[in-house]
Structures are given as C-alpha cells and as structure tokens.
C-alpha cells in the first residue's frame, strides 16, 4: 500500500472516522455502551467504516478536522486526514500526530449518562483507547513523533491527567484551532517548545477570514453556517465564543467541495440555525431564505445541526418562516422530512430562569413550556423531525422541577420526535464550581422522567424507521437491526418497570473521572 508523503497526520477513532450511514443521529448510538448485542454489531450499526483512497485519506471525515487539514495545507504543511485503520502506513513518516474528538473519554453527554446508568464504557471511549494504545500509535511515540489533541472536548484531558503522561500527550489545544495550529505546527516541527495546554479564549478565536475552507469532504456534508451562540445559558460551552455568520458564498463553496467527492447533501451546522445573520436573538427572515434558496439550488438534501424552540415558535408567528423554508426543501429536494437536534433541557419554568434565563427569548421564560409544545406541534406539521434532549439533575433542581418536566413530556406525547435523557455533566461557566467527579442521585421522579422519554421515543422511532429512516435497499441490515434492537429494548424496559426501577431510585450513581 502506498503512503504519502505527510509531516502531518491529523486522525481520531473510528466512532468520529464513519459517516453513520448517512445518519447523524445513529452516530448518538456511539456514545453508549453496546446493549443486548456484541459490540462489533453495535459499531457496525452506529459506526461503519468509511471508504479511503489507496493512501488511507477517508472520503468523508469529521469537518473539524477537516478545518485543520485545510489550515495546516494553505500554510504549506504536508497535512493530511489518514483513517486510523492506516496509520501504521505513516509510522516512519509522520512528525506530528494530530487527534480530534467530540468526546475523548466519554465525559461528555449523552456519553456520561449511559455510563452511569449502565455501569459500563460505551464504545465511543473503548474505542479511543483502543486507538490510542494501537502498535502504529506507540510506534509512532517511540521514533519520537509529537502527538497534539483538541477539539470540543479537549478540556477532558485535564480529568485524565495520567493517560496524558502515559500516552505522552505533547499538546493539548482546547478552543478553536483554526489560526494558532500553524504557529503551533511550525514550533513543534522546528523542535521549539510549546506548552502542554493551550486554551483559546474568546478574544483569540478566528475572524471569519482566518476560518480557512475545507479541501476535502466533511461527513455527510456537513458544512458551518455559523459560529457561536447568544443565548448564554449557564451550562454550555459554546456561548463563551464570539457569533460570527459565515457568508452565502464561503458556505457554497464548501458545498461544492463536498460534491466534488460526491456529497451531494449538507448538513447545515450552527447551534440555532434559525439564528442565521440574526441581530442578536432577532430572526432575519431575508438571510434565512436566501440561505435556503441558495443552498436548496446546489445539494440533493439537507439537514438542520440545531435549532431553538423559541426561534421556531418566533419565526412561524412572525414570518410564516417555517412553512416558507420547509416548502423551498420539500419541493426542490429529494426529501420527505427534515432532521433537526433541539434542546429542552427543564419543563420547569423556574428552574429555567436560572440555568438558561435567555432560550425563551423573545418569549418570557414562565411560557417555556408552551413555546416547547408550540414548537413541537409546529416542527410535526411541518415533517421536521426532531432528536430532543433535556437534563436532569441540574445543581440546584428541585422534585417539582422534575415533575414540570414529566408533565411537559406528556404533552409532547402526540409529536413525532425522538426525546433522551441527559444527566448534568458540568462544562461552561459552571466547569470551575464542579469538582470533577460526576455525580447523581437518582431520584424517582428522574426515573419517571426517563421512562416517559423511552417510551415516547421508542414508538416514535418504529414511526420513523417504517416511514422516514433509510429508505432503500441499502440500509435494510441496519434497519433490521435497529428493529431488533427496539423490540429488545422495551421488553428490557418493561421488565425493569416490573421488578427492578423502585431498587434502582434512590441509588448514588457516579463515574470517577
Ligand atoms: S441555546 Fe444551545 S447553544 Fe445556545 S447557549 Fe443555550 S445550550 Fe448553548
């Protein structure tokens, strides 16, 4: 097999190197453990190879490191993208090992919440430590190859200080790298020394010109339109980065990258779609269709990374948005549907008004709970099918905030959407109040809360398998199995309601990290 001539390897584990068959959220399936079936089918089902070229570049990878590659390429660096089944082709190549992740050791959501509610790794992390104790990893350490890790989740290194040392993690980079990674490149290729952690703040992130464009592919198309988000809720790290919209034309010249390795979808990532060259929490009704105009003009399909409930509930009552957007995808693109990620985070209002006093905005946070259900009868009308999340155990929540949310998750009953539990993992402002060890007690109005989701979501999800999901021929395995997977998973469920949820209330669950 042939390698290329690369100072650079930029790589992560196979849960990020797939394109999940097409499908995002199956990706989520990544972040728990394998249930009920062997592991390798489960990574077969949520993380399947993707193809290479003869030098192990993938077609499709992840667009962060995408963003590096293009970087590291328009400063004159030898960078390149190598899948991690071809690493051992660069051992004797390679200067630099570069690692990104969205979720290195599972710390994150939904990540940490299966951990702890199963008591096992889930394969998102089994598989990173599998990469990173792989003969061409520790072969690459030996000949004295510099190894840097970043992306989102790069602050959980700072939990695992001892497999830094014992991996010998040269350079941690956490925020975004676009800019500082070619400086950061130079000094470890000229033998400099740089420092183990490298955060970049607010002030240093990218100016739009210094986010370069993709060379390659992203997965499944996926293209930024946007950095950033104003709603400052308390629990999240993205707020702390400056806004910046990414212009029309920068956006479909990503576009035309990926179709050039015949991605003919996009995927349209931002944290509040709706938000697209908004003034402040103000929907720009003009930008929002010429986004969509323009981009429905050059793709197959598309998808929506994230939208906000109220920037739904605000766009259809004031503009008809919804209705006029989703007309521009369902009659130009070959789609029957519109898949989104949406976050609920409390049914209680009160509770709201602490962590996220701004998501309701321009609503009042006292009506979160009606604009949830407005924006839900909204997004089923109009075939957008949402994967929702909401947290529990928020420091400071109380029973009856639990009790809001049940009650709000059976409202939500009769909308097609998938819904999942989430368990406070502390990021964002409230990072340094937390002490590093994730813990919870699970109470019974928790567990209600989580039996409501996987009902509601369970059923939903054979809707939207038999009448949305994979339609061909090609996914009928994995549809099988995902089929499979759900009749187990409520008979597990239904005898857990029987004999075993009052024990597990009650019990101290907690991941030493
Ligand atoms: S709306 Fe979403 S992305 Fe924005 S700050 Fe809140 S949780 Fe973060």
Not at 88 to 102: C, E, F, N, P
Not at 161 to 175: Q, Y
Request: charged residues 25%; glycine residues 6%.
């Amino acid at each position: 097999m042939d390698a290329l001539d690369a100072e650079i390897v930029i790589t992560s584990d196979r849960t990020m190197m797939s394109d999940h068959h097409g499908k995002e959220f199956i990706g989520f399936m990544a972040t728990g453990p394998s249930i009920f079936i062997p592991e390798f089918l489960w990574m077969y089902i949520c993380c399947p190879k993707v193809k290479t070229d003869k030098y192990g570049r993938p077609i499709e990878a992840p667009y962060g490191l995408r963003k590096i590659e293009a970087a590291l390429q328009d400063a004159g660096f030898k960078a390149y993208i190598i899948d991690p089944d071809y690493l051992r082709l660069y051992i004797d190549k390679a200067k630099i090992l570069m690692i990104g992740h969205h979720d290195f050791f599972a710390f994150g959501p939904p990540s940490s919440e299966w951990w702890l509610l199963t008591g096992r790794e889930p394969v998102n992390r089994r598989s990173f430590i599998r990469l990173m104790e792989s003969e061409a990893v520790r072969k690459m350490k030996q000949k004295g190859v510099k190894i840097v890790v970043g992306g989102p989740a790069a602050w959980q290194w700072l939990w695992e200080p001892e497999l830094v040392d014992k991996w010998g993690i040269d350079t941690i980079v956490d925020g975004e790298a676009d800019e500082i990674v070619v400086d950061l490149a130079s000094k470890l290729l000229n033998g400099e020394e740089v420092p183990r952690y490298i955060y970049v703040g607010a002030h240093e992130a990218p100016a739009l010109d210094k986010i370069p464009i993709i060379k390659g592919a992203s997965i499944n198309g996926l293209v930024e339109i946007m950095r950033g988000c104003p709603r400052g809720c308390k629990f999240c790290s993205v707020t702390l980065r400056p806004l910046r919209y990414i212009p029309i034309e920068r956006i479909l010249k990503e576009i035309e990258v990926n179709k050039r390795f015949g991605i003919e979808s996009v995927i349209l990532h931002s944290e509040d779609v709706l938000l697209y060259g908004a003034k402040g929490i103000e929907v720009n009704e003009e930008a929002l269709l010429k986004l969509h105009d323009e981009v429905a003009k050059n793709v197959r399909s598309m998808a929506w990374s994230h939208a906000s409930l109220a920037a739904i509930v605000y766009a259809q009552r004031r503009y008809r948005l919804i209705s006029k957007i989703t007309d521009i995808i369902f009659s130009r693109l070959e789609q029957n549907y519109l898949g989104v990620e949406v976050g609920i985070e409390t049914g209680s209002p009160r509770l709201a008004q602490i962590i996220m006093p701004a998501k309701a905005k321009p609503f009042k946070t006292e009506e979160w709970p009606d604009i949830v259900e407005e924006a839900f009868a909204i997004m089923h009308e109009h075939r957008i099918i949402p994967a929702a999340t909401f947290i529990l155990g928020f420091p400071g929540e109380e029973p009856d905030d639990v009790i809001k949310t049940i009650e709000l998750l059976d409202r939500l009953k009769k909308y097609r959407s998938l819904i999942v539990p989430m368990l406070f993992v502390p990021m964002g402002v409230l990072k340094s109040e937390e002490s590093g060890i994730v813990k919870m007690k699970l109470t019974p109005e928790h567990a209600e809360a989580m039996r409501k989701a996987f009902w509601h979501t369970v059923s939903w999800a054979e809707d939207i398998i038999a009448n949305f999901y994979m339609k061909g021929f090609r996914y009928e395995p994995v549809k099988l199995l995902l089929k499979a997977f759900l009749w187990f998973a409520k008979r597990k469920m239904q005898e857990i309601e029987k004999e075993l949820l009052p024990e597990f209330t009650g019990r101290e669950l907690s991941i030493k990290t």
